[in-house]
């Protein structure tokens, strides 16, 4: 099941626990792709999901929540990247 936001409003915990369940297997594979580092992808999704939930309230509603943390995901990934270079 794709996680969309239950409600039309800011992404409630059981979004994001719902999105977590369903999502966090690709969000890893994607990561893992770029890094081409376990811990470091593992960590670019953790980075995603505690970003995400922070920052939860500036959330687009438009957007499908999985979506977002998709793209949050995969900018951490190629941050820990350009730090790792550094």
């Not at 992808?41 to 438009?62: R, Y």
């Not at 499908?64 to 190629?78: E, F, K, P, S």
């Amino acid at each position: 099941m794709v996680a969309i936001l239950q409600t039309a409003g800011l992404p409630t915990q059981a979004d994001f626990h719902e999105a977590i369940s369903s999502r966090s297997d690709r969000w890893f594979a994607a990561c893992l792709k770029i890094t081409r580092n376990r811990d470091m992808a593992e960590d670019a999704v953790q980075d995603a999901l505690l970003s995400g939930w922070n920052k939860h309230h500036q959330f687009d509603n438009t957007a499908r929540l999985d979506t977002g943390i998709h793209r949050i995901a995969v900018n951490a990934a190629l941050q820990l990247l350009a730090v790792e270079k550094d």
